[in-house]
């Protein structure tokens, strides 16, 4: 009996090891210290709900750490740009795709390794970054601007460039969502995808960059909870099919790093075959790491059935130990330990440095890529200047993209002082909204229009066909997230991409709108009549 009891105790021990998860507070609460002391979680996960200052979350990740066992993996989606958990009081670096617009590596790597050693200053060591995923189909919800560009071979080799910068930094990569989130045109935390291309197709586009950069050595994969007809007959996500995990991820692309599940909580998971269930069987397919990133009760669940399926044979113990050894390694390849760290008043002026900040500026700089201009550039001064900013008014798990302070109109007026007037309107306006645009422009010759996903807003697209028909007036559209904008109206003439709404994007634009920068980047994507690698060199 006693054996049995102690074999129970370490199986639940070796399981809790294969979990991550997350919590509501901005210190370790109830909830997440019952997971790590009694269910023996090896990780733990940050959202925007977890972070408050810098020196918070060093004091979060230290007590995290102090309540722990063993070391725990500390992990974040800081992927740069529109999806960055923190933004206050560190170096936020672009987004994928505006990198992508840079065609610079060497400026992907150096972006990588500050945000990495900035991430690890704060005690977390383990990135959800980068995405690999190839965005080649414009209607992709999720993806988008979170993905270098349609190219395999360009993100293959930012992606590769960005893992090194991270791992360089002590923090464990995570390449995802694998085998390919790009050319889907579902959401997965809404619904189940499906991709139906055949090997061959998937190998040429999709699978290459996780290939590449798993050959060049990469701590982690995150799988897709999209269905895969190439390799599963029934709609079976790639999170749970062992043909994916173990045929062709471990046997094909000859990984054997730590495979973590993207988070089991999402609709195309919780909601089909749920979240016990789904761990089982993301176990069983090989899956190393468990994300379930936000209801107590589901973490539980989860953690009791793997542990049940391993009582009844279900799942060897084997399989078990093969996880735990892997998450070791990789515990013990970044240096992760349960060593105190240094007080924060050393680590602070490590942060946000003038160095790095500059990095980040040249890079968003580098990236504002211009597609057409039928000479309004730059604007005018002593004239008024009418801009359009679209307000995202929601948060979404994934993006998280909240209201920005500084709008295009702020970014503008350091150059333009009172010239410029500025309407926020929601991303996807009222009647009122759109009607009360419409008539303010009419007293101005010169409109900026900045757009946000234009393709899914149709009052974002009304604003822009009445003004792109009016004469006498200059309309310089912007978009500030998605490239595609351009084609939602016919008939624009002046168009700058700037891929995020991020403040360093703003001021980026900011500066060639007023003639102080020149334009750079090329297109990661092609966007209606301009191919990839289309830009006017400013």
């Known amino acids: 009996m006693e054996a049995a009891t102690d074999r129970g105790i370490r199986l639940r021990q070796k399981v809790g090891q294969m979990f991550m998860c997350g919590f509501m ?3 370790p609460n109830h909830d997440i210290l019952t997971l790590i002391q009694e269910y023996h979680i090896g990780g733990i996960i940050y959202f925007r709900r977890n972070i408050g200052t810098v020196e918070q979350v060093y004091d979060c990740s230290a007590a995290l750490q102090r309540a722990a066992a063993e070391p725990l993996l500390i992990a974040i989606d800081q992927e740069g740009g529109m999806v960055a958990r923190i933004e206050e009081g560190i170096t936020l670096m672009p987004g994928n795709m505006a990198l992508g617009a840079t065609r610079n590596p060497e400026g992907v790597r150096q972006a990588a390794s500050i945000a990495g050693a900035e991430l690890r200053h704060l005690g977390i060591n383990m990135n959800f970054a980068p995405c690999v995923d190839v965005n080649n189909n414009p209607a992709n919800p999720v993806i988008g601007v979170r993905s270098y560009g349609e190219s395999p071979l360009l993100v293959s080799e930012l992606g590769s460039a960005a893992a090194a910068g991270y791992q360089e930094a002590g923090v464990a990569a995570t390449i995802k969502h694998f085998p390919g989130h790009g050319d889907t045109d579902t959401d997965s935390h809404l619904a189940l ?8 197709r998937l190998a040429a586009i ?9 050959e060049a050595g990469v701590d982690a994969v995150m799988t897709a909870h999209v269905v895969f007809k190439a390799y599963e007959d029934e709609a079976i996500p790639a999170t ?3 043909n994916i995990l173990t045929g062709l991820l471990r046997g094909e692309l000859n990984f054997d790093g730590v495979i973590v599940t993207d988070c089991l909580e999402m609709n195309a998971i919780s909601q089909t075959v749920g979240v016990g269930p789904g761990a089982v069987q993301a176990v069983k397919a090989g899956a190393d790491l468990i994300l379930v990133s936000h209801t107590f009760n589901w973490q539980v669940e989860a953690i009791e059935a793997v542990i049940q399926a391993v009582m009844r044979g279900e799942i060897s113990e084997e399989r078990i130990d093969a996880s735990v050894q892997r998450l070791a ?6 240096g992760i330990t349960k060593a105190e760290p240094k007080a924060f008043a050393e680590i602070q002026p490590l942060l946000a440095s003038e160095e790095s900040l500059k990095t980040a500026r040249l890079l968003s700089e580098q990236s504002i890529t211009l597609l057409c201009d039928d000479g309004q550039l730059p604007l005018v001064k002593h004239e008024g200047i009418y801009v359009i900013w679209p307000e995202v008014r929601i948060n979404h798990e994934v993006i998280e993209a909240l209201q920005e302070e500084m709008t295009l109109g702020n970014a503008l007026k350091p150059y333009f002082g009172n010239d410029v007037s500025e309407r926020i309107i929601d991303v996807d306006p009222s009647a009122e909204e759109i009607a009360l645009v419409l008539e303010e422009t009419r007293t101005f010759t010169q409109i900026v229009a900045a757009t946000y996903n234009a393709d899914f807003s149709p009052g974002q697209r009304q604003i822009l066909q009445e003004l792109t028909a009016r004469t006498g007036c200059r309309l310089i559209v912007v978009a500030v997230r998605n490239p595609y904008d351009l084609t939602a109206v016919p008939g624009i003439r ?3 991409a700037s891929y995020e709404n991020k403040p360093l994007a703003m001021q980026s634009v900011a500066k060639v709108l007023a003639g102080q920068s020149f334009t750079r980047g090329a297109l990661p994507v092609t966007v209606g009549a301009f191919a ?3 830009g006017i060199l400013s």
Not at 329 to 334: C, H, V
């Open 494 to 496: 002046t168009y700058i």
């Open 329 to 334: 390694r990789l515990k013990a390849k970044r």
């Open 206 to 214: 999709e699978l290459l960059p996780f290939q590449q950069i798993i």
């Open 532 to 534: 990839y690698g289309s």
């Open 240 to 242: 749970l099919s062992e």
């Open 25 to 27: 507070d901005t210190a």
């Open 193 to 200: 995808p499906a991709i139906s291309h055949n090997r061959e």
